[in-house]
């Protein structure tokens, strides 16, 4: 007996994997679930991953994302933030749906575009993960090509920057190497969950100034 999509359960905070997936099967129960859904999807090698994210996960989400945005905004760089949209490329038979993402350096590639092909498009050129409660597997982002990927598991930031292929892990970023985005994440994250969301990014912009005017 095959079972259907609707009769799968995936508890808030679990994931369930499903293997030997083809990839014309990925991309049919893509379309059967649809974008307004909470669950995210992966993909890579035949394996289909869906998680059902809690709602401490889309808070780190939202507050790092946030961060992101005033960082890029006092650089004055400009950035296409493109959530969780879903990233995958049939030639690395892989794809993935990020926490957040962003457009920095290849902004300008796809700028006002509706849809995103990575046969032509490049990668986002940041993509983040709040892994509380499942760990990010690389191979999807590897395989995508996404120049940096942030993990966050609770308190802790993780920052991976692709080197010949290959995710190595860093304390500094390739996109923001003047600033201690390790250290400064954790702490502003942290301190949203006493002071609030806006004081926290009034406090956030006012550091970041700083930083600009003062480097060393």
């Excluded at 390790?182 to 949203?192: D, G, R, T, V």
Aim: charged fraction near 25%.
């Amino acid at each position: 007996m095959l079972l259907e999509l609707n009769q799968l359960i995936v508890k808030a905070g679990h994931q369930l994997l499903i293997k030997d997936v083809s990839w014309s099967a990925y991309k049919r129960i893509l379309a059967e679930l649809g974008d307004n859904r909470s669950s995210r999807i992966g993909y890579s090698q035949g394996v289909l991953e869906i998680m059902a994210p809690l709602p401490e996960h889309e808070v780190a989400k939202v507050i790092i994302g946030d961060l992101v945005k005033v960082l890029l905004e006092e650089l004055d760089l400009e950035f296409w933030s493109l959530g969780s949209t879903t990233f995958d490329k049939e030639s690395m038979n892989a794809g993935v749906e990020p926490d957040d993402c962003f457009y920095i350096q290849n902004e300008a590639r796809i700028r006002g575009k509706d849809r995103i092909n990575l046969e032509t498009d490049p990668p986002p050129d940041l993509a983040i993960e709040i892994d509380i409660t499942s760990r990010t597997r690389f191979n999807n982002y590897q395989a995508l090509r996404v120049p940096e990927l942030w993990r966050w598991n609770g308190s802790k930031l993780e920052i991976n920057v692709l080197f010949d292929g290959k995710y190595i892990e860093s304390n500094t970023s390739s996109i923001f190497p003047n600033i201690p985005i390790f250290q400064a994440i954790p702490e502003y994250l942290m301190q949203s969950k006493s002071n609030g969301r806006n004081a926290t990014m009034k406090a956030f912009r006012a550091w970041i100034r700083q930083k600009i005017s003062s480097p060393i």
